[in-house]
């Protein structure tokens, strides 16, 4: 019963918007704040039209939404954004809430070059939004930063971070002996987002690599970088816990050693999942004449595999019960598929056949869709993001399925993707909290209703970036010394825990320690330098007022203009100063940049 | 379904509490508030409590160090010594042995979680991950409630040397912990900034953070503007030699052991006297799928042994042991079971830690395992009891709740109960 009337909601604020809503899309949610009292008689209206439309509501859905433009020529947004929308109209009627407003549009702009590019925008790229005077300058622009070829670098590099953070954490590649290539990893990942590789081709890639893990390297195979630190060490338990749980959203790790305490994964499950992993090893190859044997690449190979049998038509492997008995387990997929049992790599690619099975499962496109909702709004519809099984409660179950499904449907194109969230709703609503929204607070522990946008810091990459753009800074070197010069600095942030699974956590995390670097690290240092040829220099010496140049630190660092009362503080600055515009400049934008106005993503 | 918890608005009983002096006074609630009046403060100060706690990630064996089994098939090959406490321990903890009578430990813990990341999660709140509520660790609570007892106290009050810890959970960011390495170097502390200039800063930044808070965008921002409170604080404090941990003789080095985690412990021990209420030292390399044996016969347990027992043996000779609570413990455990590998797996089902200090009595063994180390036979202990009991030696109160916004009590510790052996 339950069921059949939020389908009646979900039909009536069909209705309600597909042909009541104001023509311009981005005021959508100012509607409703306005609208209380005529959505009463609109309520009756159709309350009647609803008994007339229920037969035909879902079967006769238009495929894109129409949208009249000041210009009047009409704009398209695929009809995902719409699904998302109403699902979330339903949602916030459930519980009482109403959305935040339509946020600003600076600060709109702001966020989505974060979430999508990975930096703030520079000066000139806000004001050239700002002087855009279009209806759909939104739509535009999030067009521009995912199709434009200013932008693909960009937009490659931030992807290939956030991508390579997942797969093989924040400080693989980075030790001495370690398997892994960080600079091959990227480069693969770079290559991926800058020629928007289908997403399912993209796994299919990581899952299944075999070659080189070094750039410039004969075979090289940037992709075979996610797998070779996981495989060698007991049994590949590495690999199979990081396959499932990255791209299925399954958490098997526990049942490595035993039955789930809380869902129906069982051992066996676990070890059947591993002997997929089995005919694979990560080949050391050392550096030509070094004494310590110091490895200067992987290769990653699929090799014969014989089991604890020593049978290779048959190759089993072993596994202990918690009771110390010894069960065998052959390759089967979690959905119950066997494979072949044969250990030959000429009869079965286990590894291949692995990817075969992944590209029919439905938890692929779950997964994918959770983790880039997750990057843009802040929560995932499960929490954690990559915890899809049975016993962990879903927010708003339909919409997720729809998603993953049309996901799948648009041949799992990411940038489709992108522009279904960015243009929904709950990521044009203000990070403002209003007193009809302020129990929607998951970081308290409610589920996310996504009613206002959800503050959160920048990443320390972001940080990174975002400095870059706002100094004009000069990065010395090549692409790639470029990036090494970045991966230098972000392992400042990291701890390991020192444990086999390489686990580890940041301590750019609001804490103490990233106060320190950014009150007096290098990098801020750089940023607010004073030298001749440096941003800060430029800007001091320019013809224009103090007033001027204040504002104009404003814009770029936060993307507005400042209040009077800090113009008032810089001015009483200036005075101390002795009129000394550079050293006052300085401050305010030392001021600016630990902000946590600049330091959020609001 | 989903449960709301809003930050807590205090404990409820600590301003009270702060105003008692000694483990003892707590226990009785009739006591009378004439009492607390006649505290000065110097007892204040002598009272004032604090928390080590010696992590040992990757889940150390225990098995082969505090509650040997030897002569049996998991037994393993090291042999049991005796000690100056009421325990056998491993032969290769010679110094520690002569500590013994400080420390006790606890052989009947039984836990469920074996999975690295929910083991520490655990073992460091009290409460198994929970997706909904973030739950603060053992240094952010501690130092939550003891920060009373410290009003002059400029250094961050929850100290992490070497490792993550866990964080602070609904407490807040203000209460996360302070992460330094082993050597005490702290990473741009160097404020060149004449006096005049930071003000300056300081003025503008606060400006704009203010304006930006206003805004209600969420409590996020309400913490950053603690911690860089707490970061000014810091730049500015004559305190923060205490990390200068370089500058104490070299037979001090020495004794801890010339390692991180032994410089860890002479830098816990500089912290605790400087009045920082919790500190944490990390020693990892114990997750010993492989070659057990050989691992923490020629590394990790010299290592341990070295660091610990001067840890303990320096807090009791100056007279702060009675008020520092030491806690040793990892995320769990290891398998009885010797695998194929000459390693052990991960094991949560029975085993053991060591506390002392703080009015915990030492030299006990409490609790047991059966023959061969699989089950625990006495009572089993889980982590809230634990953590219960380490609040009760510091004078925690357990009835401490935190409230949250929808009125939700959430007593301290998961509401785990006194290990009752460990206070004779």
């Not at chain 1, 993209?202 to 690599?209: H, K």
Request: neutral net charge.
């Amino acid at each position: 019963m339950a069921g059949i009337s939020q389908k009646l909601i979900i039909i009536f604020f069909a209705e309600v918007s597909r042909n009541v809503w104001p023509r311009n899309v981005w005021r959508r949610a100012d509607f409703w704040r306005r609208a209380d009292v005529s959505r009463a008689v609109l309520g009756v209206a159709y309350g009647l039209l609803l008994v007339f439309s229920v037969g035909f509501a879902y079967g006769d859905e238009p495929t894109v939404k129409s949208v009249v433009r000041k210009d009047a020529k009409r704009v398209t947004l695929p009809k995902q954004v719409e699904k998302i929308d109403l699902s979330m109209s339903a949602n916030w009627s459930e519980f009482g809430i109403k959305p935040s407003p339509v946020e600003d549009d600076l600060k709109w702009c702001r966020r989505v070059f974060l979430d999508v590019v990975g930096r703030i925008p520079s000066f000139e790229e806000f004001s050239e939004f700002a002087k855009d005077k279009a209806a759909d300058k939104r739509f535009s622009l999030v067009n521009r930063l995912i199709n434009e070829d200013r932008y693909t670098e960009e937009y490659a590099n931030n992807w290939s971070s956030v991508w390579t953070n997942v797969l093989i954490g924040r400080n693989g590649g980075m030790e001495n002996r370690s398997l892994t290539n960080r600079e091959g990893m990227q480069k693969y990942l770079r290559d991926c987002f800058a020629r928007n590789k289908p997403y399912n081709d993209m796994v299919l890639e990581l899952v299944t690599a075999s070659g080189a893990t070094k750039p410039g390297v004969e075979g090289f195979n940037g992709a075979t970088n996610f797998l070779a630190m996981k495989v060698n060490e007991e049994d590949g338990t590495q690999a199979t816990a990081a396959v499932s749980r990255i791209f299925l959203g399954l958490q098997v790790q526990c049942t490595q050693c035993h039955n789930h305490p809380f869902n129906q994964w069982k051992q066996q499950k676990f070890w059947e999942f591993n002997a997929f992993f089995r005919q694979t090893r990560a080949l050391r190859k050392f550096v030509p004449g070094s004494v310590n044997r110091d490895v200067d690449h992987v290769e990653l190979i699929n090799e014969d595999f014989s089991g604890k049998g020593s049978n290779t038509e048959k190759a089993e492997i072993y596994y202990s019960l918690r009771n110390g008995l010894t069960k065998v387990a052959y390759p089967v997929f979690l959905d119950g598929t066997e494979i072949g049992k044969s250990g030959y790599v000429s009869q079965v690619n286990r590894r291949d056949e692995l990817g075969k099975l992944m590209m029919e499962s439905p938890f692929l496109d779950k997964a994918i869709v959770n983790r880039m909702w997750a990057h843009f709004l802040g929560y995932g519809f499960t929490k954690p993001i990559d915890d899809l099984g049975p016993h962990n409660p879903t927010t708003q179950p339909q919409l997720f399925d729809e998603l993953a499904k049309d996901f799948r449907n648009t041949s799992y194109d990411l940038k489709q993707l992108i522009v279904w969230i960015t243009m929904s709703q709950p990521y044009q609503v203000s990070s403002r909290i209003t007193k009809d929204n302020s129990s929607d607070e998951p970081s308290l522990g409610d589920t996310p209703k996504f009613s206002h946008f959800y503050t959160r810091q920048m990443g320390a990459e972001q940080l990174y970036q975002s400095l870059s753009v706002a100094t004009q800074a000069n990065r010395k070197g090549s692409l790639e010394e470029q990036h090494r010069q970045r991966e230098e600095w972000m392992k400042q942030f990291v701890i390991a825990f020192g444990t086999d699974e390489g686990d580890e956590t940041t301590t750019f995390n609001g804490s103490i320690p990233q106060s320190l670097m950014l009150f007096n690290g290098d990098l801020i240092k750089e940023a607010i330098s004073l030298e001749t040829g440096s941003w800060l220099h430029g800007l001091a010496q320019a013809k224009s007022s103090p007033t001027d140049k204040i504002q104009h630190l404003f814009i770029a660092g936060l993307g507005r203009r400042p209040k009077p009362e800090e113009v008032s503080v810089a001015q009483q600055i200036l005075v101390k100063r002795k009129n000394e515009v550079g050293g006052m400049l300085q401050d305010m934008w030392w001021a600016i940049l630990n902000s946590n106005e600049f330091i959020f993503n609001h | 379904m989903w449960s709301r918890f809003a930050p807590p608005s205090g404990m409820n009983r600590r301003h009270f509490m702060s105003h008692m002096a000694g483990a003892g006074a707590l226990l009785g609630s009739s006591m009378s508030l004439g009492h607390s009046l006649r505290v000065h403060a110097d007892t204040l100060k002598k009272n004032r409590k604090s928390c080590v706690m010696l992590w040992m990630g990757g889940g150390p064996s225990s098995m082969d160090i505090w509650d040997l089994k030897p002569g049996t098939d998991n037994g393993g090959p090291f042999k049991a010594i005796s000690t100056s406490g009421d325990m056998q321990i491993c032969e290769h903890m010679p110094l520690m042995a002569k500590q013994m009578h400080h420390m006790s430990i606890v052989r009947s813990m039984s836990t469920r979680e074996a999975d690295h990341n929910r083991g520490r999660y655990y073992m460091h709140t009290g409460y198994v991950p929970d997706a909904n509520v973030d739950y603060p660790s053992y240094g952010a609570v501690m130092s939550h409630e003891l920060m009373a007892q410290r009003s002059g106290l400029e250094i961050p009050p929850f100290v992490s040397v070497g490792g993550a810890s866990e964080g602070p959970g609904f407490l807040g960011m203000a209460w996360a912990p302070f992460n330094v390495s082993s050597t005490g170097r702290i990473r741009n502390m160097e404020a060149k900034l004449e006096g005049e200039r930071l003000a300056q800063r300081r003025f503008a930044l606060e400006t704009i953070e203010n304006s930006f808070i206003a805004q209600k965008r969420g409590t996020v921002l309400e913490d950053h503007r603690k911690v860089l409170g707490k970061t000014f604080d810091l730049l500015t404090s004559a305190q923060m030699e205490a990390f200068n941990v370089e500058k104490e003789p070299d037979a001090e080095k020495e004794k801890y052991g010339k390692n991180g985690f032994g410089q860890g412990c002479l830098l816990a021990r500089r912290l605790v006297e400087a009045g920082v209420p919790f500190v944490e030292v990390d020693l990892g390399g114990w997750d010993n799928h492989q070659r057990i044996f050989q691992t923490l016969e020629n590394d990790r347990l010299p290592t341990l042994d070295k660091a610990m027992s001067a840890l303990v043996g320096d807090l009791s000779q100056r007279g702060l042991l009675e008020d520092t609570a030491i806690v040793w413990m990892g995320e769990f455990a290891r398998t009885p079971r010797i695998n194929a590998e000459g390693g052990r797996d991960h094991w949560a089902r029975a085993w053991s830690v060591v506390v002392g200090g703080a009015g915990i009595q030492g030299g006990k063994a409490v609790g047991a395992t059966n023959e061969d180390g699989t089950q625990v036979v006495t009572e089993p202990y889980s982590s809230e009891d634990l953590m219960a009991s380490v609040c009760h030696g510091l004078g925690i109160s357990l009835e401490t709740t935190f409230t949250s916004r929808n009125g939700r009590p959430m007593k301290i510790a998961n509401s785990g109960k006194i290990i009752k052996d460990l206070f004779g």
